[in-house]
């Protein structure tokens, strides 16, 4: 168990509307990421955290913003939910001390329709 | 920029059987190199990972892995697999001072016949 609760786990929204997945961690760790997965690519990095108010890009960030504004939330958002946005979202978190490993939430559902 | 190659889509095998799920990496220095796997409608558990020293590296379940600098690979094996071993299996290399980005291989999935 990573310590990490997305909500909400799953989700049916029409295209065009804004959609908010949220991260939610207890043990204040500093680094947090969004993958998303899909069939016949894995896991693909959408924006991770390495403090408040400190956000990057990954591989795969358009149509997508994030914020982080206290240590326990990191937020993903879909300002306008498009198709191409239907998958599984992963949350994940870097404890420190383990060097690189990352640790995975149980993943949100979302379909775009 | 690092990548994973599975070459292996799908694998089956019949319970008691060995295991091995290929995984090549393609990065400039020594890697972070991690399997995890995936049961379906599940998160992604972690089963090992290396960093460096010991080439070979002992995970959770019973599996294991095998750094080989030469071959720029990191295979799994199980020397004998159990049906709850079905699951999907991803293979994932980080670099160092990138803060933990990972990325991940297309994934290999497990199906075991009794």
């Known amino acids: 168990d990573a310590g990490i609760t997305q909500s909400p786990r799953h989700k049916v929204t029409e295209t065009g509307t804004p959609v908010t997945l949220r991260c939610h961690q207890t043990?204040?760790?500093?680094?947090m990421y969004w993958y998303r997965q899909d069939p016949g690519h894995g896991l693909r990095l959408i924006h991770y955290?390495?403090?408040?108010?400190?956000?990057d890009k990954g591989e795969v960030s358009d149509g997508y913003s994030v914020s982080r504004s206290k240590t326990e939330d990191f937020l993903l958002t879909l300002e306008s939910a498009t198709s191409s946005q239907t998958s599984v979202y992963f949350c994940?978190?870097?404890?420190?001390?383990?060097?690189?490993?990352?640790?995975f939430g149980e993943g949100s559902w979302l379909t775009v329709v | 920029a690092q990548s994973v190659t599975q070459p292996d889509i799908h694998i089956t095998v019949s319970e008691g059987a060995s295991l091995e799920l290929r995984c090549n990496y393609s990065?400039?220095?020594?890697?972070?190199l991690f399997w995890y796997v995936q049961s379906p409608g599940q998160g992604l558990q972690l089963l090992l990972k290396?960093?460096?020293?010991?080439?070979l590296v002992q995970g959770i379940k019973g599996f294991e892995a095998e750094f080989k600098r030469s071959q720029s690979s990191f295979n799994l094996r199980k020397p004998s697999v159990h049906w709850s071993d079905a699951a999907e299996y991803f293979c994932?290399?980080?670099?160092?001072?990138?803060?933990?980005?990972?990325?991940f291989g297309t994934g290999t999935r497990l199906q075991v016949t009794l």
């Open positions: 994940a978190i870097n404890p420190t001390g383990t060097g690189n490993t990352i640790y």
């Open positions: 043990e204040n760790h500093r680094y």
């Open positions: 955290s390495y403090g408040v108010k400190d956000t």
């Open positions: 990065y400039g220095a020594t890697p972070y």
């Open positions: 290396y960093f460096s020293g010991d080439t």
């Open positions: 994932a290399v980080g670099a160092t001072g990138t803060a933990s980005k990972l990325t």
